[in-house]
């Protein structure tokens, strides 16, 4: 049984762990266009082998959100700064040589952004310490 049984969980807080959801799906979909355009090249062991990794873990903060972990949405933010430095220059790379790979970083980053303003909202804060 989750901590947070008993309280019901905002529905900014379930749109915010579908929005992250997507956003999973969406880089997903991106390792493999990456995979699948360098596999004449190179192979993409050392890529997929990451990426589950990072994809595992994020699944992990997932469920953890979703029981209410007040960690796991504090553990968010470091992510999402680190991700947007990280990601700007590439983005605005791709759409000169891949467009759709670039529309899709574009959009998961913009959906992270959103998850994560409506998990610190108000409602939402006050269901994680709630639920601590």
Do not use: C
Not at 41 to 64: A, E, G, M
Not at 67 to 92: E, F, K, Q, Y
């Amino acid at each position: 049984m989750g901590k947070s049984e008993g309280l019901k969980r905002p529905a900014r807080v379930t749109l915010a762990i579908r929005l992250l959801v997507v956003v999973i799906a969406l880089g997903i979909i991106q390792t493999a266009m990456v995979a699948l355009r360098h596999i004449d090249v190179r192979s993409p062991d050392v890529l997929i082998v990451t990426k589950v990794v990072i994809y595992s873990f994020d699944f992990f903060l997932l469920y953890r959100l979703a029981r209410g972990d007040n960690w796991a949405r504090w553990s968010l933010l470091p992510i999402l700064a680190i991700a947007i430095p990280l990601a700007t220059l590439p983005v605005m790379q791709s759409f000169a040589h891949y467009p759709l790979y670039g529309l899709l970083e574009l959009a998961q980053l913009g959906l992270y952004v959103v998850a994560i303003a409506m998990l610190f909202q108000k409602s939402s804060a006050k269901w994680f310490v709630r639920s601590a």
